[in-house]
């Protein structure tokens, strides 16, 4: 798209004199009005609250309770609000703890202009009570620099423009799901250069792109818990190499990403199980988790682990001398992302939790030609047969997919009878500027793949032996896929 290296040189001069176009939203009179809300599961009694401001405040105060007409608690947060170089706002945390579980908490934050919201709180570990999980991967910004659909109304309020899209379709089952996972990819900022109008304020127009989607993602992230975790499209402002060399200090190696989630995503639980090794390897796991890279966290009768594909492991593609060219991380010490990894899966009770998912984003099972990433494979796939993993979340590749229990390449003979190998689905088709990939060849253990429209998973914890996982079309409601995995976790501990 661009003519030449020397115009590519040229670009920060000519952006300096150019006139910015880009679609920023607008900025509040009053600049402690709170923006782009996000909520996270942070503890057994304890809900984190993420938002952004336009100036830096002096206190970052949340008041909640558990009726809208008396919110008599209030926590405020002991560190200050971060931003990074090109940012126009402040990231906010607060935790509120304490809570009752399951249990409707309203909340407000402390502004002269916010509003009364509400949330649930989270389920105590090993709570039998079934509930849905919501999983959205590679979701992108909608209207003027995504794409824009059909108009519909909608509860909760959102844009008009965000009817009949995937986070329309959130919005319209609110009261069916409890809780959202979405492991990468969010907004597609680093794609700004797709509108030929970003071409002479790239800087800016990544910016916008980020304000614009998690402003239109905060009326789902500000009344569910919305777990994240890191995708490519987090890691610079642009993947494509000549354009990696103008990307300013504030997009790049994630910066974005680890203001809006560090002080929200928690760190591993202490553990519940009754077996002192499951407490010392979950003392383990919280040493040497990082969130928002990679943590674990339990609701209800499910332990769920987010995991980096990106950087911290051998090979990691987005790693510094990666295959992906983006030279990012790494986030810990050599080996800490698996060391974690196998302390936090050999920790998890069956009897108390004995569901085991475990989320990433690129992934090693999918169908198509050059899909599969090799080196993620080779790094955890080990783990997760080893530990008895029930399901593995992915995205990258822009559709739905879903694949029998697999192991090594061959699908579990038991298929979805108890079997011993994990099953894995990708869920990479909520929609964002570069489309759908076509599902292209289907390995042998392929059981369901779509591509013709934007859709997304759900989660059904039915009880703890049977989860039911559908797949949604996002424009519709209409139910693409449903599949049943049994599993008998007659085991508290498994090690195969």
Not at 464 to 486: H, P
Request: charge should be negative; proline fraction near 7%.
């Amino acid at each position: 798209m661009v003519g030449s290296s020397s115009l590519i040189k040229a670009l920060p001069l000519l952006a300096a004199s150019a006139l910015a176009s880009v679609n920023y939203p607008p900025i509040p009179e009053d600049l402690t009005t709170p923006f782009q809300q996000r909520l996270a599961v942070y503890g057994p009694n304890a809900m984190s609250v993420g938002w952004n401001t336009y100036e830096q405040l002096s206190s970052s105060c949340v008041q909640y309770g558990t009726s809208a007409d008396n919110l008599g608690s209030i926590s405020c947060s002991s560190s200050t609000p971060s931003t990074y170089p090109t940012s126009r706002t402040w990231s906010n945390a607060v935790v509120l703890s304490g809570l009752t579980p399951a249990t409707t908490y309203y909340y407000k934050i402390v502004s002269t202009n916010s509003s009364v919201e509400h949330f649930l709180s989270p389920r105590t570990p090993g709570d039998r009570t079934p509930f849905n999980m919501d999983v959205v991967i590679d979701l992108g910004v909608y209207g003027a620099d995504g794409f824009t659909t059909k108009k519909r109304d909608e509860i909760p309020t959102i844009q008009p423009e965000l009817n009949h899209t995937t986070i329309g379709a959130l919005a319209q089952t609110v009261d069916d799901y409890e809780i959202v996972i979405h492991p990468g990819d969010f907004g597609y900022a680093d794609d700004w250069y797709e509108k030929l109008s970003n071409l002479f304020h790239g800087t800016e127009a990544y910016q916008s792109i980020l304000e614009q989607f998690y402003d239109q993602l905060a009326p789902i992230a500000g009344r569910k818990a919305y777990m994240a975790s890191p995708g490519n499209h987090e890691a610079d402002c642009s993947e494509i190499p000549y354009l990696l060399e103008l990307c300013p200090e504030g997009q790049k190696n994630f910066t974005d990403f680890m203001h809006r989630f560090e002080n929200t995503m928690p760190s591993p639980f202490a553990s519940s199980s009754s077996s002192t090794t499951a407490q010392g390897l979950a003392a383990q796991a919280k040493s040497y988790s990082n969130p928002p890279f990679w943590y674990s966290f339990e609701y209800g009768m499910v332990h769920v682990v987010m995991i980096d594909t990106e950087t911290d492991f051998p090979d990691a593609p987005d790693g510094t001398n990666g295959s992906a060219d983006l030279d990012s991380g790494p986030f810990g010490r050599a080996g800490q992302q698996l060391a974690f990894l196998q302390a936090d899966l050999a920790s998890v009770d069956r009897s108390v939790t004995p569901w085991l998912i475990v989320a990433g984003h690129r992934p090693w099972y999918s169908t198509g030609s050059d899909n599969s990433c090799g080196p993620c494979q080779d790094a955890f796939e080990g783990l997760f047969y080893q530990y008895g993993v029930d399901l593995a979340v992915f995205g990258h590749v822009h559709n739905s997919q879903r694949f029998l229990p697999v192991v090594n390449g061959t699908a579990d003979p038991n298929g979805m009878n108890d079997p011993k190998a994990p099953m894995y689905i990708v869920a990479g088709g909520p929609g964002n500027i570069e489309g759908l990939s076509s599902v292209g060849s289907e390995p042998s253990y392929t059981e369901f793949a779509y591509a013709d429209d934007y859709s997304y998973a759900t989660l059904k914890f039915l009880d703890e032996n049977n989860l039911q996982v559908e797949f949604i079309q996002s424009s519709t409601g209409s139910i693409l896929d449903s599949s049943t995995l049994y599993k008998s976790h007659s085991t508290s501990f498994v090690v195969q």
